[in-house]
């Protein structure tokens, strides 16, 4: 069962939408999803990227789609896997595209949770999926719920840094007050995409001279 468990300061600005239909019945979904399905992230982790990055914290946005599908993989942040768990292939991408730009290690995990408490808010468009089937909560409520997150965001912060990696991420631009955030958009890290764009886009280079020329602590990546 998915109950609003989430940072209070979210939970404050989220009120409004908590409180309207649409996420009454989304939340009816989801319930009986896991009721009857094989549903991740595993119960209590749907809204963990909220509760690693607390509202007042938030410096970057980093968007996915949907979590994984695939058994221990997902744990509620955007491309993030737990400790132990092997890296998917976009991860592992993303890995090389920071380790060129710093000349840095390969991390040995490929736990994001570091990343979210330095205020890297990393958020699925669709917050849960069944097993083995991508997209399968596209469509539910989810794009109205996370779409106001990316709008609310715009409106009462400024200085922020989107990164939007592949086309559907791309789409959610028109979200964003691009007279006050920084909006760093290219191809997606998958294998099939990597080549187009992703690899040297310098994303992370140009994040951490963003935060700083904002008066910002640049993220440790």
């Known amino acids: 069962m998915v109950e609003v468990d989430i940072e ?4 404050e600005i989220l009120k409004p939408q908590f409180d309207m239909p649409y996420f009454d019945e989304l939340t ?3 319930k009986s999803e896991y009721q009857s399905q094989i549903i991740y992230p595993p119960d209590g982790f749907v809204f963990q990227a909220f509760n690693s990055c607390p509202w007042d914290q938030v410096k970057i946005v980093i968007l996915g789609q949907d979590p994984y599908i695939n058994p221990g993989q997902a744990h ?3 491309f993030s896997v737990p400790d132990g768990v092997a890296k998917p292939p976009s991860l592992q991408n993303i890995f090389k595209e920071i380790r060129d730009e710093f000349s840095s290690p390969m991390p040995i995990s490929g736990n994001l949770l570091r990343w979210a408490e330095q205020g890297v808010l990393l958020l699925n468009s669709v917050l849960t999926v069944r097993q083995g089937f991508s997209n399968s909560h596209q469509g539910k409520g989810w794009e109205i719920f996370t779409d106001e997150v990316i709008r ?5 912060k400024s200085t922020l840094v989107f990164m939007l990696w592949g086309i559907p991420a791309r789409k959610k631009a028109g979200l964003i007050d691009a007279q006050k955030h920084c909006i760093l ?12 764009g992703f690899s040297g886009n310098k994303h992370f280079i140009l994040c951490n001279e963003y935060l ?3 008066g910002k602590n640049p993220i440790i990546w």
């Open 8 to 11: 209070k300061g979210w939970g």
């Open 28 to 30: 009816r979904f989801v």
């Open 76 to 78: 509620g942040l955007s």
């Open 152 to 156: 609310l965001l715009s409106v009462e």
């Open 185 to 196: 958009e290219s191809s997606h890290p998958s294998p099939m995409s990597v080549r187009r």
């Open 212 to 214: 700083i020329a904002n």
